[in-house]
């Protein structure tokens, strides 16, 4: 199997403060509006506490990614190398193919520069040997990179719940559930 | 008093730090164009709608940075400032305090129109490049910066004006091109 | 669509390449002038234009735990983007999501250019004026006042925690340095729980926060590290890999208690009941540290005295909410436990209450013989890397100048009194009554408000009255980067650079590293440092009147950041010159991680007191009595904590934080909503007695039904200000180390109805 690098998204020790998506807008200075990364806070029905679980999402790197069939003028590659599906926006021609068939919303419509980008896991950065922005920028490392096949863990998910489960597309990033506390309630505050 | 003075006089008037400057560009301004200027002006609320469209301290409704309107988060020392920085770099000119200012403020890219269009007297290449700089950057923006002054510049008479004989000049230039 | 503006080609990153079809264009020779304002460029400059990253080592001055040492990327003068210090083992390369917003920060269209004159205060209508045309006015203001009153007590000095870097203590300096002012002191953060601790261990010092990782107990009471500490959750988690056991106690089921082990929602204010409860617990089962008590502590005999007469566990469980069962199990782990610490958090003693309760909190990691252990302690904070020269702001007083004498204010005799030599000081007031104090101030009046470093309107209580005593003073100057509301009422507002543009240096209130802050870019347009305001008003002052200003004119802040260094600095953190924090912080050499390793207290005693005097002297109890709560005065009582998004009024505005916090909203319990017909999103008015405020609503069960939350935050186009609804009820403690007391923040109370 050859090399795949992935994002390992840590909802346990993720405590959703958007500091990965804050570090992406500091690399890129993508316009308001427009994130590469964002956080997917968890509903009370999958996390009972609201506000206080989060998925970090940018580009699943997927091993069959969409993107790279439907958009007629190969803006998207994915790497040999090291599975990274890189983005060329330069290449876009606002067909919005990507934008529709991305079943994970990962490319992103930037109606102000009217053409499609997505996360492309800060490629010139990896190629210098360095982490993307994002995992740099976890202050608690929650965030990861990791290497698909080195990867044995028993926590270790594909498809948690509240996330969607796309198999034709195969999504790379893996996935640690959260946990909740024991609680002890007072009844009222007075 | 040619092309280059006048570029020269609006980038005094959007220069203007005192209701003094404003009063004598706009004085400037209609001599050059030998238009009657308005007696009864005033000078202290142009001042103070001047400082709220251009200045400040709140934000600027219309900020006189290309970037505002240019550059796709709105950010000033983005790629519309570096784009116009390298421009000038290529020209062999820099800002003197480079990093204090961005280089895309609407004074220096006047001062730079007028640069280009004295150099074309002497070098025919340099109407080549003035022309560039403003098809490809100076009317992009410079039109929608107008508009915003003058959505508003409420009860003002003297900022309305020069900001139509400005908007005037722009037009006139573009067809030149 | 935003149009594109293409002299130059792009690639995809934004990085312009370069281009041909100007290519000799110098060569050429122009006869026109090089235009005002530019320079020729050599040829040497051109070919290296699309080069390399210049980086600068920058500190976050903001008040946050985690002072983060900082990367710069400047390329051409322009500041590109941040990371975090990887040298740093707390910052470990990762900032904050404010941290990574300071690029848009900088250069945000929005911020104060020039010094500017408001030409009726309030009005919107606003004058450009130079630096000179400033100072004159504001010089002119101070001898007026001084002519007036013969003393400089006129002028008034609001500075908090905007900006934390050791230099910026220069604007005390520049106060002093004109005469005997009028000083707001203490502070709305912390003051409460200092002299809880100081009455305790005689000093506010806590252990290393990385030495967290050796704790087998650890209970976060009252505070939200996940939220305002975020770089410290790694050690916590990694302490959980070890096996140690993570409580959480609040009010609110906040982000750390996600994290924890046991989340214990207490009724809030009643921590000193739930303290006590467990202190019973402990030493009823034998489970304290007779040798810690016996070697190194007083007045432990009176403590266990109170706690047998006057606590029992049914009690404490009906103060505190929690039952019997549950109070029982966390003292018995928590005594019984290797090393078990504390982390008393800030929002634990912004109550009536607060000061003693941390008291009683600091009594269970005493009895247990966790003060001075590796893992363990009462973490709060320290000041223990903070031993600069402060050179910036021990400034002298001008020769002959007059000030405050004793407790009484300034009598009209003394003024005139040329003959006696009486002991002059400034004249301080409570800086959590600032309204109040405007207000009935006299003799003299406040006349001159100086602010920096500080947003009153954002931060200050009882807004309404804030306005009110705003309205009286004659002249206020506003130091700032941007127009919020206290601009906005301001007569003066002059342009503050940030940190990018000076050059200082930052110590952490809770870790032990040591940044420099160099300075990365030129200062953006007209925009100067404290300091350098500090110099030129020296200058200006000194024209009018030779002698009048002792603040040294030194506007090249490389210079004031250098005086900052002495021996004490360089031996704590092993280096031998600022020069040497040029290639990354530097942590403080510690004999152990732990606090009191050596078990010298500070007390008066020189040991741990259970029982201690100097707070009696204060007006407290001797031993940490239990207190009542304030009672209520409303229906809900209200909280409002900060806002992950922003410090007090920094960053909330920036755009680019609006991509992820999309406005205020009032958090209300799901039974609350029910019963008050509020759904999600729907417009809620909140009332008391102090004023109201509109905003919309998000239901959760992250609180109790009778508690409603909102954040405190400043958002630029918004009216949204919590301050509408907060008293300025004072704290129990804060007056010994800090000169005032705290304020009750928490002990705030309101109704709601649907708009």
Same mark, same amino acid.
């Given at each position: ?12 020790k ?9 570090? *992406? ?9 427009v ?9 009370e029905?999958?996390y009972?506490?609201?506000?206080r ?6 580009c699943?790197? *997927? ?5 790279v069939?439907?958009c007629?003028v190969?803006?998207?590659?994915k ?6 599906v ?6 876009c ?11 994970y ?13 997505k996360?492309?896991? *800060?490629v ?6 360095l ?10 490392k ?6 698909l ?29 959260s946990?909740?506390p ?9 | ?20 400057? %404003? @009063?004598?560009?706009?004085?400037? %301004?209609?001599e050059?164009? @030998?238009?009657?200027?308005? @007696?009864? %002006?005033?000078?202290?609320?142009e ?15 219309a900020p006189m ?30 800002l003197e ?14 001062? %730079? ?5 004295? +150099?074309?007297?002497f070098k ?7 022309? @560039?700089f403003l ?13 915003? +002054? ?28 | 669509? #935003? ?20 290519k ?6 122009v006869?026109?002038?090089? /235009? =005002? ?13 699309v ?6 080592? !920058?500190?976050?001055?903001? &008040?946050?735990?985690d ?28 900032l ?27 009005t ?13 006015e504001?010089?002119? #203001? ?8 013969? !003393? ?11 900006n934390?870097?050791?230099t ?35 000093n506010?010092?806590?252990?290393? /926060?990385e030495d967290i =990782? ?8 009252? $505070? ?5 500490s975020?770089h ?42 739930l ?8 030493v009823?089962n &034998?489970?304290?540290d ?18 047998? &007469?006057?606590v ?25 436990? $290797? ?13 009536? !209450? ?15 013989g966790?003060?001075g252990?590796?893992g363990?302690?009462a973490?709060?904070?320290h000041l223990?890397?903070?031993?600069? !020269? ?5 400034q002298?007083? /001008?020769? $002959? ?10 009598k ?5 009194d040329?003959?006696g ?22 003799? /003299? ?16 209580f009882?807004?309404?009255?804030l ?9 206020? =100057? ?14 003066i507002?002059l342009?503050?650079?940030?940190l990018?543009e ?16 160099e300075?990365?870019?030129p ?13 030129m008003?020296?200058k ?22 250098e ?18 924090l ?10 152990s ?8 207290f ?11 005097d ?34 007090h ?16 909203f009032?958090?209300i319990?799901p ?18 007695k102090v004023?109201?405020?509109e905003?919309?609503a ?17 958002? #630029? ?6 301050q509408?609804?907060v ?11 800090t ?13 709601? =109805?649907?708009?």
């Amino acid at each position: 199997m050859s090399k795949q690098l992935a994002f390992l998204v840590d909802s346990k020790k993720c405590i959703g403060c958007y500091s990965c998506a804050m570090a *992406c807008k500091n690399q890129y200075h993508q316009e308001p509006g427009v994130k590469w990364r964002d956080l997917k806070p968890l509903p009370e029905d999958i996390y009972p506490h609201r506000d206080r679980a989060f998925y970090s999402l940018a580009c699943n790197h *997927c091993a069959s990614p969409v993107c790279v069939s439907v958009c007629p003028v190969s803006a998207y590659t994915k790497r040999e190398t090291d599975g990274i599906v890189v983005h060329d926006a330069e290449k876009c021609i606002y067909c919005k193919a990507c934008i529709n068939s991305c079943s994970y919303g990962a490319a992103k419509d930037n109606k102000i520069q009217e053409r499609a980008e997505k996360c492309s896991f *800060c490629v010139e950065r990896v190629d210098k040997g360095l982490l993307p922005a994002c995992v740099q920028g976890c202050p608690t490392k929650a965030l990861t990179m990791i290497e698909l096949d080195k990867v044995n863990s028993d926590n270790i998910e594909q498809y948690p719940k509240g996330f969607e489960k796309h198999t034709k597309l195969n999504p790379s990033t893996r996935f640690v559930f959260s946990e909740t506390p024991k609680l002890v309630i007072s009844d009222t505050d007075a | 008093m040619g092309n280059n003075d006048i570029m020269l006089k609006f980038k005094d008037f959007f220069n203007s730090t005192t209701s003094k400057d %404003i @009063k004598q560009a706009y004085y400037d %301004i209609c001599e050059f164009y @030998k238009i009657p200027s308005l @007696k009864e %002006i005033n000078w202290e609320e142009e001042e103070f709608v001047f400082n709220r469209l251009f200045v400040g301290p709140a934000a600027p409704l219309a900020p006189m940075v290309a970037s505002a309107y240019l550059d796709p988060e709105g950010r000033i020392h983005g790629v519309t400032t570096t784009d116009v920085k390298t421009f000038y770099y290529e020209l062999g000119l820099t800002l003197e305090n480079e990093g204090k200012e961005p280089e895309d403020s609407l004074h220096h890219e006047l001062s %730079i129109c007028s640069y280009l269009s004295q +150099a074309a007297d002497f070098k025919p290449e340099y109407k080549d490049f003035f022309h @560039k700089f403003l098809k490809f950057h100076f009317i992009i923006w410079v039109p929608e910066f107008i508009n915003k +002054a003058l959505n508003n510049v409420g009860d003002s008479v003297a900022v309305r004006k020069v900001l139509n004989l400005f908007s005037d000049w722009v037009t006139r230039e573009t067809n030149k091109l | 669509m #935003k149009k594109k503006s293409s002299l130059t080609e792009k690639c995809s990153l934004g990085v312009t390449s370069r281009r041909s079809f100007l290519k000799g264009a110098l060569a050429a020779g122009v006869a026109a002038s090089v /235009p =005002v304002g530019f320079k020729s460029v050599h040829a040497w400059e051109r070919t290296n234009f699309v080069g390399n990253y210049k980086i600068y080592r !920058n500190a976050c001055p903001r &008040n946050c735990y985690d002072t983060c040492s900082i990367k710069s990327y400047v390329k051409n003068g322009s500041l590109e983007f941040v990371e975090g210090a990887t040298e740093s083992s707390f910052t470990d390369g990762a900032l904050c999501v404010k941290g990574f917003s300071y690029p848009r920060r900088v250069y945000s269209p929005d911020r104060i250019k020039y010094p500017m004159k408001q030409i009726g205060r309030g009005t919107g209508n606003w004058k450009r004026i130079t630096w000179d045309e400033a100072l004159d006015e504001i010089s002119g #203001k101070i001898m007026e006042i001084k002519e007036k009153d013969g !003393n400089l007590l006129g002028m008034a000095l609001d500075k908090y925690s905007g900006n934390f870097s050791i230099t910026h203590y220069g604007v005390e300096g520049m106060m002093s340095s004109l005469g005997y002012t009028t000083r707001f002191v203490g502070t709305p953060c912390w003051p409460a729980g200092i002299d809880a601790q100081n009455f305790d261990m005689g000093n506010m010092w806590c252990n290393d /926060p990385e030495d967290i =990782v050796k704790s087998d107990y650890i209970i976060i009471w009252g $505070g939200n590290p996940a939220w305002n500490s975020v770089h410290t959750m790694k050690f916590i988690y990694e302490a959980q890999r070890r096996g140690a056991k993570l409580i959480v106690i609040d009010p609110v089921f906040t982000q750390t208690a996600a994290k924890a082990d046991i989340f214990i929602r207490i009724k809030t204010a009643q921590d000193g009941a739930l303290a006590l409860g467990m202190a019973k617990y402990i030493v009823e089962n &034998n489970m304290h540290d007779k040798d810690f008590i016996s070697k190194h502590s007083k007045g432990f005999n009176s403590y266990e005295k109170y706690l047998k &007469n006057n606590v029992t566990l049914e009690w404490a469980a009906e103060k505190s909410g929690i039952t019997v069962d549950v109070i029982k199990k966390i003292a018995r782990e928590f005594a019984s436990a $290797g090393a078990s610490t504390i982390w008393l958090g800030y929002g634990l003693q912004r109550h009536t !209450n607060g000061g003693v309760n941390v008291r009683a909190i600091d009594s269970l990691v005493a009895m247990t013989g966790n003060v001075g252990k590796e893992g363990g302690g009462a973490r709060y904070g320290h000041l223990q890397t903070w031993g600069f !020269n402060y050179n910036a702001m021990v400034q002298k007083k /001008p020769e $002959g100048s007059k000030g405050y004498i004793g407790d009484k204010e300034i009598k009209s005799e003394f003024a005139n009194d040329e003959s006696g030599k009486a002991d002059y000081s400034d004249r301080t007031i409570n800086i959590n009554k600032i309204a109040e104090k405007i207000l009935t101030t006299d003799n /003299p009046p406040i006349r001159l408000l100086w602010v920096a470093c500080k947003n009153p309107f954002a931060q200050d209580f009882d807004r309404p009255k804030l306005k009110k005593a705003f309205d009286k003073l004659e002249m206020v =100057v506003t130091v700032d980067q941007f127009f919020n509301e206290t601009v906005e009422n301001s007569d003066i507002v002059l342009p503050s650079t940030t940190l990018f543009e000076e050059y200082t240096v930052n110590a952490s209130y809770w870790h032990y590293w040591l940044s420099i802050n160099e300075k990365a870019i030129p200062e953006q347009y007209e925009a100067k440092s404290d300091l350098q305001i500090g110099a030129m008003l020296s200058k200006k002052m000194n024209e009018l009147e030779p002698g009048s200003c002792t603040f040294p004119q030194i506007t090249d802040t490389k210079i004031w950041m250098e005086k900052e260094f002495n021996e004490g600095i360089h031996k704590l953190f092993g280096i031998k010159s600022w020069k040497d924090l040029k290639n990354g912080p530097k942590k403080a050499k510690l004999k152990s991680t732990a606090s009191w390793y050596n078990m010298k207290f500070g007390t008066p005693s020189g040991k741990y007191e259970f029982s201690s005097d100097l707070a009696a002297d204060y007006g407290h109890t001797k031993i940490p009595e239990y207190k009542s709560r304030r009672e209520a005065y409303d229906k809900f009582r209200v909280l409002t904590p900060h806002t992950q998004f922003g410090l007090h009024s920094q960053f909330v505005n920036i755009d680019y934080m609006e991509d992820f916090n999309n406005g205020p909203f009032i958090y209300i319990n799901p039974k609350a909503a029910k019963n008050k017909n509020i759904k999600d999103g729907d417009t809620v008015k909140v009332t008391n007695k102090v004023g109201s405020m509109e905003v919309r609503a998000r239901i959760t069960n992250n609180i109790a039904e009778d508690v409603i939350l909102m954040y405190e935050a400043w958002y #630029k186009d918004l009216k949204y200000n919590v301050q509408n609804v907060v008293d300025d009820e004072s704290s129990d403690m804060g007056t010994f180390k800090t000169g005032a007391p705290g304020v009750a923040l928490h002990d705030q109370f309101a109704d709601i =109805v649907k708009v």
